[in-house]
């Protein structure tokens, strides 16, 4: 018998033999029911198996409040939805925001169906870049703020803060301590683009009705929005006191109060364009009150806690936003996001920018009128006096830390020419002060019972000072004029005498050694021996006198500095002194944020 050909359906030939259409048939719709068979194993998900949850937000490790969560499930391999998960969903294990997050298993042994799992089809996300996200940031806040600026500053983020600022006073034209140069809060958003804004305020007012704080954030961040229509918004919530603070102060400071207002700055997010990041309790102990290892007076942190701050930051403070978001601001409405960058570059969010403001929500134009001056001096942290007339003050009263004069009353500061200029133009309340233009350590030291101070602080010499009173605390700026003729390492040995002489003259002071302040590069060029290297150098050595029992170091030169770490031209009246005002005020108000031990 001739043989036929059969042809497959792929059109190859089969020469191997006759193949009768009904076995070709039934062969074929047996391979097709076993395929079938498998594919339905494939995607019938065992109980063990781990349903992919998507998530907008989370409130969880990282510390951002969950918003507009998406629905749970996702796609299966045909293209259908895969019914949600019940399962609590776990925390995950970086700072971001969004993703895929995946359910814990239910109890008991999963069924065993005889397949693998398949793989989710979900990218791995890449891990935020710290110093990408927060070089486009803006920090305003504080005294804390500040702190953070000067202990625990990120790379590339820029800080506006000052010390008595509060979610009242803003906008009232004063300037920030954190190197904005002369420029109001208002003038530096509109020279500036931002892509993210974080605010920390509250500590100031805390005194106030939580409706008068929370009305002003409503229209600090409606102020915010208008003038940075593409930066997103994040409300940091306010750190606890100790619980000794706390105790002492049942209507101020007090951690009730502090979580009553974190509880209601948290409901000003909308997790689309304003949200609310709580990180209080990284510095709690097990009771809920801030650790008191972490403060010096129970509401400021120490200059080793703000690495702290830092490091959460860099870890856990960072936003994930979705890419192609159609942003609407929830809590005030009409506002979305865009602009580019004054360096060319594009924002993060994308947007269209704002053509105008809204009007619905004019901005304030003028300070509260019990505001006050901006030349007085700030105390340690000093809140605005009693709120604007238009809301009245609650029976509890706002903030009344002690003021600088009855810290500093018994503070004696001795120094060069530079402390004479504090005496004169950013004088602490209370103080005595000792200081001589051109004076060096030697000065003192070896004119101890003969050297007499600038005539407008008297006609005793040192010794005649010390033995007249006891001082409980005894700030030293020497060393500038030293290293024109002078290793930093001799003057330090200088140091170390001169500490010795107070020490024994002053047996219960406490001794606080200042950094030296830079000079301008211009000044460098001309008097390298007093250039910046050779700064760093004796400040780095005097630091290490410091024993943090009765000798201590207060390093805020960078204070003073420009982005190269040189005085700034315009805080410098001839490369080496200081002008009269803003720096001494700077200084001062350093002082007495975190020069009070």
């Excluded at 359910?103 to 870049?129: C, H, L, R, Y």
């Excluded at 486009?136 to 500053?153: H, K, Q, V």
């Excluded at 990041?277 to 129970?298: H, K, Q, R, T, V």
């Amino acid at each position: 018998m001739k043989r036929r050909s059969y042809t497959d359906p792929r059109g190859q030939r089969d020469n191997s033999g006759n193949i009768s259409g009904g076995r070709y048939a039934l062969l074929v719709c047996l391979i097709i029911t076993a395929l079938a068979v498998v594919a339905m194993g494939l995607f019938v998900p065992s109980d063990g198996a781990k349903n992919p949850i998507e998530a907008f937000m989370l409130f969880a490790r990282n510390g951002f409040k969950q918003g507009s969560d998406s629905p749970g499930g996702g796609t299966d391999g045909s293209g259908s939805a895969s019914a949600p998960s019940t399962d609590p969903v776990s925390e995950p294990g970086s700072g971001s925001v969004t993703g895929t997050v995946t359910a814990d298993e239910p109890s008991g042994a999963p069924t065993d169906t005889g397949v693998t799992d398949s793989p989710t089809t979900a990218a791995p996300e890449e891990p935020i870049n710290p110093t990408e996200y927060y070089k486009d940031t803006l920090f305003i806040g504080d005294s804390r703020t500040a702190g953070l600026y000067i202990y625990g500053r990120i790379e590339g983020a820029s800080y506006f803060a000052r010390t008595s600022m509060n979610v009242g006073n803003c906008f009232n034209g004063s300037k920030s301590e954190t190197g904005t140069g002369s420029l109001s809060l208002e003038a530096y958003l509109k020279k500036n683009r931002f892509g993210k804004i974080y605010i920390l305020l509250g500590i100031n007012e805390i005194g106030y009705s939580y409706d008068w704080i929370v009305t002003r954030y409503e229209k600090l961040i409606s102020r915010l929005q208008e003038l940075q229509p593409g930066a997103v918004i994040v409300i940091q919530s306010n750190m606890h006191v100790t619980k000794a603070k706390s105790d002492s102060s049942p209507k101020t400071f007090n951690n009730t109060r502090i979580n009553e207002l974190n509880r209601r700055l948290s409901e000003l997010a909308d997790g689309k364009k304003v949200f609310y990041l709580s990180f209080e309790s990284i510095f709690d102990g097990a009771d809920g009150n801030m650790n008191p290892d972490y403060s010096g007076d129970g509401v400021h942190l120490k200059a080793k806690s703000y690495k702290i701050w830092r490091d959460y930051l860099l870890s856990e403070g960072m936003l994930r936003l979705p890419e192609n978001t159609n942003i609407t601001v929830i809590t005030n409405p009409g506002y979305s996001g865009g602009g580019d960058r004054t360096d060319g570059t594009t924002d993060r969010v994308t947007e269209p920018p704002v053509t105008e403001p809204p009007k619905t929500e004019p901005p304030e134009t003028k300070p509260p009128t019990t505001e006050p001056p901006t030349t007085e001096p700030p105390t340690t942290e000093p809140p605005t006096t009693e709120p604007p007339t238009t809301e009245p003050p609650e029976t509890e009263p706002p903030i009344t830390e002690p003021d600088d004069g009855s810290y500093f009353s018994d503070a004696l500061f001795i120094g060069d020419s530079r402390t004479v200029g504090l005496s004169l133009y950013g004088e602490i309340k209370g103080a005595t002060y000792f200081a001589k233009n051109s004076a060096t350590v030697y000065t003192f030291l070896n004119g101890y019972e003969t050297a007499k101070p600038d005539p407008r602080m008297g006609d005793r010499t040192l010794s005649e000072v010390l033995a007249g009173r006891k001082f409980g605390k005894i700030y030293i700026l020497f060393g500038i004029n030293e290293l024109g003729g002078s290793a930093p390492s001799a003057v330090r040995g200088g140091f170390e005498r001169f500490v010795s002489l107070l020490k024994a003259a002053q047996p219960n002071a406490k001794i606080i050694i200042q950094s030296n302040m830079h000079v301008t590069k211009a000044y460098e060029e001309k008097y390298p021996a007093r250039g910046k290297d050779r700064v760093n150098e004796l400040n780095s050595l005097l630091a290490g006198l410091a024993n943090g029992k009765d000798v201590f170091y207060l390093g805020f030169e960078t204070l003073f500095d420009d982005e190269e770490g040189y005085l700034r031209e315009d805080y410098a009246r001839d490369g080496l002194h200081m002008l009269a005002g803003e720096p001494y005020n700077v200084w001062r108000g350093y002082i007495t944020e975190f020069g009070m031990l």
